[in-house]
């Protein structure tokens, strides 16, 4: 994502501004990218599972709120504290547009990056989604349907007489 793309989300990367700007993060669309690389890493997909029940709260809302504060520090340098799995935090970090290093440190890890550089892509590999996993996606986009009936499409469901789409 171009750097004009952080901007749009509400982050100015680097500390020229910071989060707000009246634009809601998308962590839904974050979870994704950073799911995506937990997977292609052959992290556990426990930590996934466990962060999709945690919902409404947990590290979905959390993490990308915490890389927003992170990418807002005009010190290209700072220290992530210990709340999340590690291999959830290093799937979030990977999954930003631009190079950001993983240091331990004493209470967490250390985050250094570097806007100019591009985020290496993630390794193209095969990826098994666990069955746990995969149910409970499943469940998730189950809740976003709308069943097919009248009640329904009286509710504005559906495309009704003109599907122009």
């Known amino acids: 994502m171009p750097r004009d793309g952080l901007a749009k989300r509400g982050v100015e990367p680097c500390g020229k501004g910071g989060a707000g700007g009246g634009r809601a993060p998308a962590q839904a669309e974050d979870f994704g990218r950073a799911a995506l690389r937990h997977l292609v890493a052959h992290r556990p997909s426990a930590d996934l599972v466990a962060a999709l029940a945690a919902l409404p709260g947990g590290p979905i809302l959390a993490l990308p709120l915490a890389m927003m504060r992170l990418l807002a520090d005009p010190g290209r340098d700072a220290i992530l504290p210990d709340p999340f799995p590690e ?18 440190a004493a209470t967490g890890l250390r985050a250094v990056w570097d806007c100019e550089t591009p985020a290496a892509p993630p390794e193209a590999s095969r990826i098994d989604l666990p069955e746990s996993l995969r149910a409970l996606l499943q469940t998730y986009a189950d809740r976003l349907l709308v069943p097919e009936s009248d009640r329904s499409r009286l509710g504005g469901a559906g495309a009704g007489l003109s599907d122009n789409d």
Do not use: G, N, T, W
Request: aromatic share 12%.
């Open 87 to 104: 291999p959830l935090l290093r799937s979030y970090v990977e999954a930003q547009p631009f190079a950001i290093a993983l240091h331990p």
